[in-house]
């Protein structure tokens, strides 16, 4: 007899997906989020949101089994569940330890320990490698951004995926900040006094605005602007806790990084070499 939850309500996208990697997909009956990284069989399944006041009403009528939540801002209605008997897990993974945390405890609910273990470890071998890469590299100041007004910077894991990059978080003190507010720069001269060499925005719903990075008040002094390495990443890759991040997020900032050193390796081979000919047009002169 199958003991396991078969209907599944996923409040964050993070859970989703975690449950269609391991090949539960069948048991989701309800999620929240952008369908964009699920299988098609899971696109035509309720959506459901909790900023509505009938969502409880809504999501018992999904009659689940179990409910998953992530963070402060699913506990009332986690809350509101459970009185009404029905079983729920609220998760709050904000490192990519809570995030590995988070894939196997999802695979022990529904009976897939060993396939969720392995593909943890699959996950840490591969963020162990990345993080190898970059060992003896200079490590280039980033300056990310999730939100421009007011200007938001990195939260927790996404500090330590640009470690894991090989850069360095340029607002390092704010990212163990759990909540929006608490990681808002509220002076924009800040960031120029920080001389970013990467910035990367991951804007929360709504499209990158380059051109407004590029002519905010003093940023022209910034050595991101000035070598064009400003940067935008789908949001859904790198701010929702879970295997995306993990995996489509970790590269995207590796490959910019990457790039960065790159450019700056051919800058320096440019410079060698004019000066090599400017010598060399001073001896014929001299000659």
Not at 40 to 52: D, F, G, L, M, Y
Not at 128 to 142: G, L, M
Not at 176 to 195: I, K, L, M, T, W
């Amino acid at each position: 007899m199958n003991t396991h939850p078969s209907r599944i309500v996923c409040l964050s996208p993070e859970t989703s997906e975690t449950l269609c990697l391991l090949g539960e997909a069948q048991r989701i009956v309800g999620f929240s989020g952008s369908p964009a990284r699920l299988p098609a069989e899971i696109h035509a399944k309720p959506r459901v949101s909790v900023q509505t006041t009938t969502c409880v009403d809504r999501i018992c009528a999904l009659e689940p089994d179990l409910v998953l939540g992530f963070g402060e801002s699913h506990g009332d209605v986690l809350g509101g569940l459970a009185q009404r008997g029905v079983s729920v897990h609220l998760f709050n993974q904000r490192s990519v330890r809570g995030i590995l945390d988070m894939i196997r405890i999802v695979g022990s609910v529904v009976g897939r320990d060993a396939e969720a273990a392995h593909f943890a470890a699959t996950l840490e071998w591969r963020i162990e490698a990345i993080r190898a890469r970059s060992v003896h590299e200079r490590r280039p100041r980033i300056y990310f951004e999730e939100w421009d007004e007011p200007s938001i910077t990195a939260t927790s894991w996404v500090s330590e995926l640009i470690t894991i990059a090989g850069g360095d978080n340029c607002f390092p003190e704010l990212a163990h900040q759990r909540r929006p507010e608490g990681r808002v720069v509220h002076d924009s001269d800040e960031v120029v006094r920080r001389a970013p060499d990467i910035i990367v925005a991951a804007w929360n719903g709504k499209a990158f605005d380059r051109e407004s990075v590029l002519h905010r008040d003093g940023w022209a002094d910034v050595p991101a602007v000035w070598n064009g390495e400003i940067h935008a990443i789908p949001s859904s890759l790198i701010l929702q806790p879970g295997p995306a991040a993990l995996t489509d997020g970790l590269d995207a900032l590796h490959a910019i990084v990457e790039g960065w050193r790159e450019h700056r390796t051919r800058m320096f081979q440019t410079a060698f070499a004019s000066g090599d000919a400017a010598q060399e047009a001073g001896r014929e002169r001299v000659a």
